[in-house]
């Protein structure tokens, strides 16, 4: 399967703990994303990369959440000082650059984080 | 600013159609529509473009009314499988720079039975 992959599926942490997320986008897609669905809600956008380049940041965003995508291919998402609402589950997706301003986005399973 | 979506949930029996609605306050560069199972990512069945460029799943269609902003999805003779949570992700206008998010409403509920 060459879909999006992420892992761990499943974290649960103390408040005020650190966690770090891994995405593994689309193996020819240089565009990845990261967004946070918490339960009766759409996907919210946090962050976007095209390679490397981290191009936006949702103003959402605190200071306590960072990705990196050092060499333009998998992705990690750290979250710092972990508190109760930032439980949700984290999915990442991934496109591909084409001439075409957007294009679809494909869907990783998701971690589910549950802060206690 | 999130699309509003409508209805917020539907009941269908198998074989019967539904329209699931998305309008947004903003001018639309293009909207993308998912389905989501309980417990799963996002699936994803099509994107409309400003300018009438479409490219999705072939059994559902979809419109996208640019002067309103607004896009509308089309299950025809629904089945068990389409039951799930229906999204659509908007992006406004594309500067150029690149702003590639998608801001999703909050869904519409589809439950599909025998």
């Known amino acids: 399967d060459t879909g999006v992959s992420q892992d761990p599926r499943h974290k649960i942490t103390k408040r005020g703990q650190n966690v770090t997320f891994r995405c593994d986008p689309i193996s020819e897609h240089n565009r990845l994303y990261w967004y946070r669905q918490t339960l009766g809600q759409g996907p919210e956008f946090l962050t976007y990369f095209q390679n490397e380049a981290q191009l936006e940041k949702s103003r959402l965003l605190s200071d306590r959440f960072s990705a990196e995508r050092p060499k333009g291919s998998f992705s990690t998402l750290e979250i710092q000082r972990t508190e109760q609402g930032d439980s949700a589950m984290y999915l990442c997706?991934?496109?591909?650059?084409?001439?075409?301003?957007?294009?679809?986005?494909?869907f990783g399973p998701g971690t589910r984080l549950t802060v206690l | 600013q999130q699309p509003v979506q409508s209805p917020q949930a539907v009941i269908l029996r198998e074989g019967e159609d539904a329209v699931i609605n998305c309008s947004s306050s903003?001018?639309?560069?293009?909207v993308h529509w998912y389905r989501q199972k309980h417990g799963e990512a996002p699936v994803f069945l099509m994107i409309l473009l400003k300018g009438g460029e479409q490219k999705g799943h072939e059994k559902i269609s979809a419109s996208f009314n640019e002067k309103k902003q607004q896009s509308s999805l089309y299950l025809t003779a629904s089945q068990l499988s389409y039951s799930g949570t229906y999204f659509c992700?908007?992006?406004?206008?594309?500067?150029?720079?690149?702003?590639?998010?998608?801001?999703f409403g909050k869904g519409t509920k589809l439950s599909v039975i025998p």
């Open positions: 903003k001018a639309l560069y293009s």
């Open positions: 992700g908007t992006a406004t206008a594309y500067s150029g720079a690149g702003s590639y998010q998608l801001t």
């Open positions: 997706a991934s496109s591909q650059r084409t001439r075409r301003a957007y294009n679809e986005q494909f």
